[in-house]
């Protein structure tokens, strides 16, 4: 939960992850959660270096995916927003 200035209240979205849907994979066919791969956002379909810090809650074009990875934008406080400068402190 996030109190703003105003006085009004937001709440983060958090991405929402899944287990594996076969409960276990057999080798020689495994899937992504099986192999560790479970950086996943089943809302909004994000993963690994493309998850953004709230999940937006739906498909994310692959312009805006390509700004995540290259840094230059990020999902939060309910909005997107640019990544103007590096802070080290973070």
């Known amino acids: 939960m996030h109190f703003m200035l105003d006085g009004s209240v937001t709440y983060m979205a958090k991405h929402k992850f899944d287990d594996c849907p076969e409960s276990g994979c057999e080798y ?4 992504g959660w099986c ?3 479970r950086s996943h956002c089943t809302g909004c379909k994000l993963a690994e270096g493309k998850l953004t810090t709230e ?16 840094g230059k934008v990020d999902y939060r406080d ?8 590096f802070n080290e402190s973070i």
Request: aromatic share 4%; hydrophobic share 25%.
């Open 55 to 70: 999940c937006p809650g739906t498909l994310v074009h692959p312009d805006t995916q390509d700004a995540i990875m290259d």
């Open 35 to 37: 192999e560790g791969d």
């Open 28 to 31: 020689p066919i495994r899937c």
């Open 78 to 85: 309910g909005e997107w927003k640019e990544i103007t400068g």
